[in-house]
C-alpha cells in the first residue's frame, strides 16, 4: 500500500503540473502562441539582440529547440532576425511591432508560474529542492533525460 505521504507528495506534483496545464492554456489563448513562445518572445524583450545561443543559455533549452520555436516566430512575423555586422555568421534577435504587442497582452508571468515560483524560494532552499529532484529522478526507471531541454509547457500539453 502507498504511504499517506507518497500520496500527499504526489497531490503536490498534480498542482504544479496542473498549474503549468492552466497558465500555458491561457497563454494560448491570450496570445495565440504556445508558453514556450511567449516565453522566447518576453526573453528577447528584456535582451534585444540576444543570441540564439545566448537565448538557448539563458531559457536552459537545446539551440535546436530554440531554432525551431524561432522559425515559428518569424514566420509569424513576431521577431526579426539580424546578422551581426562583425561576423555576418551571428544571428540577433530582435521583437517586431507585433511580437512587443503580444507581449502586452500576455497573462503574468511570462517565464511561466513554476519558474518564477522559483525565483522566488530562498538559495538554500531551492539548493536542497534541485537535490531531492535528483534524488527522485535517481529512482525512477527509464527516465527520458531529453526532456530536460524541452520547454516546461510543451511537456504538459
Known sequence: MTSPLVLETLRK???IIGAVRQH??????ACGISGAQVWILATIADTPDITVSQLGQALSIHVSTASNLLDKLSRAGLIERLRAEE????VRLRLTEAGRAVIER?????TGPVSDALSKIPEDALTS????LT????HMS???QSAADEPLSN???
Open 13 to 15: 506534483f498534480r498542482v
Open 24 to 29: 500555458s492554456r491561457a497563454l494560448e489563448t
Open 87 to 90: 561576423d555576418r555568421r551571428v
Open 106 to 110: 500576455a497573462p503574468k508571468p511570462l
Open 129 to 132: 529542492l534541485n537535490a531531492e
Open 135 to 138: 534524488e527522485l529522478i535517481r
Open 142 to 144: 527509464e527516465v527520458d
Open 155 to 157: 511537456l504538459v500539453r
